[in-house]
């Protein structure tokens, strides 16, 4: 190269690949690859987000001070703890430049989210992958592996992509087990679809430290992906820094609003969990009969287990051919795996009944 050079850790990235949309040819595509809300947003938040129209020649607000209020009225949370990003992706690239960067260490779980490893290398920190027990977070290995360079370890849970959960407990003695300085990032995307009594999304664990973050987003239960809304909550010392260095205006009037009706809508959440526990289990249990692998999941997902990278492949491809998005997880170093989001009672029905003929087909190739 002969023009601008960049910093040596920008080359070492992998472009993050998002789940697909479209198949060629097909007259209609099933998109079960984001892990995106089964029921899409709320109506409420599709007639803000209309209404906003109006005021787009406005600047935002740029502290998302109703938003971080109707955040902390339906969470029990101080606002004045709350920031809010573009996502959870823009919280953390900010987390990483902020306690990591140069000479620091990120550690994370092997099959943790990607946007870990990303970040953490774009700020130019070694990012850390500590192997899992059974597609788990190892407490006992993430412990074992930090060093006085540590200076965050990112923990989401549930995990994406393996759907694997923590117990509160484990949280607890990982929280413990750290050095003071040490920040742990708990990453709860997924917290809503929870349904064991006991856990705790990270906020009594913030509340009772103060060396820890969680992270939450409006992507999934919400089904507010494509407005970007992601925020965090820690103590007063950790937003003051993240609001030294986010966007000026990195929320839109849009975004703002139909969060904000999101959170108001009637029974919106509880609707979403009964259908996504109910599918999850129907369609973990006909993958299952199938003959496919299916670990436990306490997303809106599963992760089906082929047990070799051809036979997932195969799957990939007959899904696709008929018109049905699924995704594949060789980017996880999982590539015997496909990721499936609990999408419709019609959608997981579809892909339970393509993959039962796929298996089935391969049963009588391998017995021919």
Known sequence: MTGPQPNPQILAITPYVAGESRVVGANRVVKLSSNEGAFGPPPGA????????????????????????????????????????????ELIQHICHIWGGPGADILMSMHGFTMYQISGTYSGARVIKVPERNLTADVDALLAAVTPATKILFIANPNNPTGSLLAPAELARLRAGLPAHVL??????????????????????????????????????????????????GTREMIDLINRVRGVFNLTIASQAAAVAALAEPGWVEKGVAHNTEWRARLAAALEKAGIKVWPSHGNFLLADFATPERARGADAFLRGRGIIVRPMGGYDLPACLRITVGTAEECTLVADALETFMAAEAARADG
Not at 46 to 65: K, L, N, T
Not at 184 to 210: C, H, I, K, Q, S
Request: contains cysteine.
């Open 46 to 89: 599709q007639a803000a987000f209309r209404q906003a129209a109006a005021e787009m020649h406005r600047y935002p607000d740029g502290d998302s001070r109703e938003l971080r209020r109707a955040i902390g009225k339906r969470f029990g949370l101080d606002p004045a703890r709350i920031v809010c990003g573009t996502g959870s992706d």
């Open 184 to 233: 742990l990032v708990v990453d709860a995307a997924y917290a809503e679809y929870v349904t064991e009594p006991d856990y705790d999304a990270g906020a009594g664990l913030v509340a009772r430290t103060d060396n820890t973050l969680m992270l939450r987003t409006f992507s999934k239960i919400f089904g507010m992906g494509g407005m970007r809304v992601g925020w965090a909550y």
